[in-house]
Each structure stands twice: as C-alpha cells, then as structure tokens.
C-alpha cells in the first residue's frame, strides 16, 4: 500500500516555467513533509519541507504548497532551469524515524 | 566534515553470493537507516539502526537480509544468497537523534545480480 501518493511521474517543462509536482497522503499521524532532489548516481538529497500547521513555504525558488484539510501537499519550482533537470521525491514521515516516499517525478527542463 | 559514506559504489555478485554494504554515517550521527530503491520507484524503507540496536527492522524481507551498527565501524546491510530480484540501489542515511529531521542520505551502492 502506497502511502504517499506522488504525480505525475515524469514531466517536461520548457526553461523558465513552472513545474508542480504533487503529492497525497492518508495518515493524519504525519508532521512533515520533505522533498528531495535526485540526480543520476547520487543520493537524495534534501531541497525543501514542511511542517502541516504551516500552507506554503518558499525557499529560493521552490515552493511547497500544503492542504491539510485535502491532505496534499506540492512542489512548485519558479523559473525552472536545466540545471533542475532531476527526479524529485515528496515524503511523508512521522515519529521522527520514518520516511514514506512518493514513487518519484522525473523532470526534464528544456533550454 | 564527510557526509554519509557508502561502499561500495557499485557491487556485481552472481545468484547465490552473499553481499554486504557499508554505511559511515556522519560524524555525531548515531542513528541509520537503510532504504532501497527499485528502477521506476521511490524509495522504500528496510531498517533503522541505533548503535548495536536495531529499532525498526519492519521493511526487512524476512529471509536473507539482516543488518547491523556495532560499537564500533560501519553498519552493514547483508544479504545472502542474492537472487536477481535484489538488483536495487541500496541507500543509507543517518541522523543525530531520532527527533532530528536531519536526514542526510549517502550516495548508494548499486548492487546487481548477475
């Protein structure tokens, strides 16, 4: 059973739009919710996250959107670059020691 | 100030071979955590490991796999008599204490099964 929920799984986005890659989840027992950055050959790598008693959080250019009534949460990237060509993650976690992945979005930015 | 150390990189063993991972976690972190990865999906968790305690081992297969964090030296992911089906990226990270958000994921062993 999945229990974070993760779409789409792959998306293109020409330089300079705006990804958003979104997330669900069940359990209301989860207090937060990180995102992280993978590329090819490497770890994940933590980008940006966020606790359920807080609706957006921004970081540079990531932006995490959170609804806790819908239970769902989203990733959004301003003015995408190549460089944030990557397969992003959202999780889910709770009690401190364990995380629930999303299946991934691969996404690939067009220069 | 090295992050999380993983070897090795990469890991090839024939069906039927035994193959142990090794995880360093950061310094001042004493608590690690397994997780693998299948091409196609996210990640799924296998184990959480304290120094010569394991806590959670409920993402474990039941057969096979076992891990380890002694006193001293890494903690060790092993798994005997691989078959095909284990051919996955092996990730580990570590934390400071088990409240501590902090994760910091190493960079895997790719392991496959010939």
């Known amino acids: 059973q999945q229990q974070v929920k993760q779409s789409p799984q792959s998306l293109i986005v020409q330089k300079g739009g705006i990804p958003i890659i979104n997330c669900a989840y069940e359990?209301?027992?989860?207090?937060?919710f990180p995102w992280y950055q993978q590329f090819p050959g490497k770890g994940p790598a933590l980008l940006i996250a966020i606790r359920p008693d807080v609706s957006e959080k921004k970081e540079g250019r990531f932006t995490i959107s959170f609804n806790k009534s819908a239970k769902q949460f989203s990733l959004h990237i301003m003015d995408s670059q190549p460089g944030d060509s990557a397969t992003y993650f959202c999780a889910a976690i709770f009690a401190g020691n364990q995380f629930y992945f999303g299946t991934g979005t691969s996404l690939t930015v067009i220069p | 100030n090295a992050g999380v150390m993983q070897n090795p990189r990469h890991l090839v063993r024939r069906r039927g071979q035994e193959a142990r991972l090794r995880c360093s976690p950061m310094k001042g972190h004493s608590h690690v955590y397994w997780y693998r990865q299948l091409p196609e999906e996210g990640l799924k968790f296998m184990v959480y490991l304290q120094k010569e305690n394991i806590i959670d081992e409920s993402g474990m297969p039941k057969e096979r796999f076992s891990a380890e964090f002694p006193k001293e030296g890494p903690s060790i992911l092993r798994i005997q008599q691989v078959v095909r089906g284990d051919s996955a990226a092996y990730f580990c990270?570590?934390?400071?204490?088990?409240?501590?958000?902090?994760?910091?994921f190493g960079s895997g062993t790719r392991l496959t099964v010939v």
């Open positions: 990270a570590s934390s400071r204490d088990r409240v501590d958000y902090g994760y910091t």
């Open positions: 359990n209301t027992a989860f207090d937060y």
